[in-house]
């Protein structure tokens, strides 16, 4: 069995790899253990800060060949790759700023003469990371990982390998011993054996909710920690008092950075019916007059490629089982004819409650509009998901917005901005978008032993 590198932008073959067999990746793991003992003991945490300054630093230096990379291998516009990586060099320098805070001990009052809490790493983590940000999500896993005192095991989605490849190399280049991160050159048959490797103690996944639902089975069988990071059918509601032009700009950023695929897009436009007629008819002009698909590579290009034939099929599927259904078409709803995988950005109405487009995570060009005839309707639609990851509310009344932020069933919600994730601010989501949290304090402590200490 290969994987296949296929440049999105033109279908062709780029490079295969072959995967490794049974034996092989049982040894890595099993060494993984054994790298664990001098990583979490012998080296102190000020050590591996150093080392994470160096990491930021690589990332900066091969910036533009990293997002070359990126950008052959899943489609992102170069200016969108550039940013990913230095994203990523920002992750590390924030983890270098504050690692030792966050997981210094804290002192508790109690009857004892004294006692703390300390953060003691886990062991060995296995991530298993989606194509979508090839660099980020990785990266947003395995650095607060290794800077917490754990070893790092990457299964990698199987179109990205030569990013996998890339990303290890890194690690080696900014000087960390070898097997602190480790990519594991594997298909997704053989993620069950590592987590049920007794080496391995956490796992934490970015992906899709049966892939979820999947790795969290056999991690609880097997009694170990998960972080789950998956789908997102993000509410994106507009209030009477909006400013329409800036909600439409943020509206076109929100849906269709990295072609629509990310998980914390806007997905769902929800409009105050007193102004949804011109917020669509303004969205809709803002998208055919922006979008221009090309290589990627060119700065003029402005409209990606999907990352692969079968998501834009499947894009395709929902939204014309949609309109099966009664949805409208108001731009879009095709491929595109010219080599590669791009989709016209689109945008649906007349969406009901029996439709893939209202039940259904769409990971691609596509946006809806749905109306709605007060803020506690608008509230009510945007709760009416399976899914809770992020969303925003576009308005002049800060109060209503946060009030209404504050019952919006999601791990964050942004107030006249669409949904980011920051270093600085935790990130995850509730209901089926999984549980646990990244990023920030919380996520450095997620694989740590939260351990109480009692003197006396």
């Avoid at 290890?168 to 069950?192: C, H, Q, W």
């Amino acid at each position: 069995m290969a994987m296949q590198s296929i440049n999105p932008a033109t279908g062709e073959l780029v490079a295969e790899f072959d995967t490794w067999d049974q034996a092989t990746l049982d040894d890595v793991v099993t060494q993984a253990g054994y790298e664990f003992a001098d990583w979490s003991k012998l080296t102190p945490l000020e050590d591996r800060v150093a080392l994470l300054k160096r990491l930021g630093d690589v990332l900066m230096d091969d910036q533009s060949l990293l997002a070359e990379l990126i950008t052959l291998e899943m489609g992102k516009l170069y200016s969108e790759a550039l940013a990913e990586v230095e994203k990523c060099a920002l992750l590390c320098d924030y983890y270098a700023e504050h690692a030792e805070q966050f997981l210094a001990d804290e002192p508790v009052e109690s009857d004892a003469s004294r006692s703390y809490v300390a953060y003691l790493p886990l062991g060995v983590v296995l991530g298993v990371m989606p194509w979508n940000y090839p660099f980020w999500q990785v990266f947003r896993f395995a650095v607060p990982t290794v800077t917490a005192g754990n070893i790092a095991l990457l299964k990698h989605a199987s179109n990205v390998p030569q990013c996998a490849l890339a990303i290890e190399e890194v690690f080696r280049k900014a000087g960390y011993p070898d097997g602190i991160f480790t990519n594991l050159m594997i298909g997704s048959d053989k993620v069950e054996s590592v987590i049920r490797h007794p080496t391995v103690r956490a796992v934490s996944l970015t992906g899709s909710e049966p892939a979820g639902r999947k790795v969290a089975s056999v991690a609880g069988e097997e009694l170990k920690k998960t972080v789950l990071e998956l789908g997102g059918s993000d509410a994106f509601i507009v209030l009477d008092n909006a400013d329409i032009k800036q909600a439409v700009a943020g509206a076109v950023k929100g849906r269709f950075l990295n072609a629509g695929q990310s998980c914390i897009a806007a997905k769902r436009f929800i409009v105050d019916s007193m102004i949804a007629d011109d917020f669509t008819a303004q969205f809709q002009a803002a998208i055919e007059d922006q979008f221009v698909a090309g290589d990627p590579m060119d700065k003029e290009t402005t409209l990606a490629p999907m990352a692969r034939q079968d998501l834009l099929d499947e894009l395709h599927q929902q939204v014309m089982k949609s309109v099966e259904l009664g949805a409208k078409i108001i731009t879009g709803g095709y491929q595109l004819d010219r080599p590669g995988y791009y989709y016209a950005p689109t945008i649906l109405t007349n969406v009901t409650s029996n439709m893939p487009a209202y039940n259904e995570e769409f990971f691609g060009p596509v946006a809806i509009v749905l109306k709605a005839s007060e803020p506690a309707h608008a509230l009510g639609l945007a709760n009416a998901t399976d899914f809770g990851l992020g969303g925003s509310i576009w308005g002049n009344d800060i109060a209503t917005a946060e009030t209404m932020a504050r019952g919006m069933e999601s791990g964050a919600t942004f107030i006249n901005s669409s949904t980011f994730s920051d270093p600085r601010l935790p990130f995850g989501g509730v209901k089926n978008s999984g549980y646990g949290r990244e990023l920030s304090a919380q996520g450095i402590r997620e694989f740590t032993n939260i351990k109480t200490i009692w003197v006396k």
